[in-house]
């Protein structure tokens, strides 16, 4: 089984989720990066040349191009929850854990959102896609965590195996 990590950008998937991998000794799979690999530029500089449907295209494609992988920890892009495709692929492959961050967490850790390759925020706010995306965050996820911001990663990462090996049993 696999293990997903939802959540708006600057909520720490990459990094806890390259620290979970590294602990279950899975294999850590960022879909920006199958992104800008497969395009050769940066999210932002997509999003700019061909538009925020362009991205949420290429995520699902990378997505559904993952097949049936297993003991796997895979870091989509915020924006995945706007491709109802890839989310139930991703049901289907892993459980989906959201990393629940305060708004006032995700904007310290991404100062620079404009030029970070976030779908929408040429029409609203950061502050309007965190509150549309969190309701679609918890629709898909079969956990939550609450990010305070004081915890370590090691420890998000004991949390996070303990709720998704407890389901297991």
Known sequence: MNIT?????????????????KRLDYTFI???????EKTGVPLQVLIDKQGDSALIRFEEEAILKLGQVDKCIISPGGS???????????K?????????????????RIPNARKRGIVGLRDRSLKELFEERIILYQKYADFSIKIKGQESIPELVEKIIGLYFEEDT
């Open 30 to 36: 960022d879909v920006d990066r199958l992104i800008t």
């Open 5 to 21: 990590l939802i959540g708006m950008a600057g909520a720490g998937k990459s990094t806890v989720g390259r620290a979970l991998a």
């Open 92 to 108: 289907n492959m892993s459980k989906i854990i959201f990393l629940d961050a305060p708004f006032k967490n995700i904007v310290k």
């Open 80 to 90: 995945v929850i706007y491709s109802e495709k890839a989310m139930e692929h991703l």
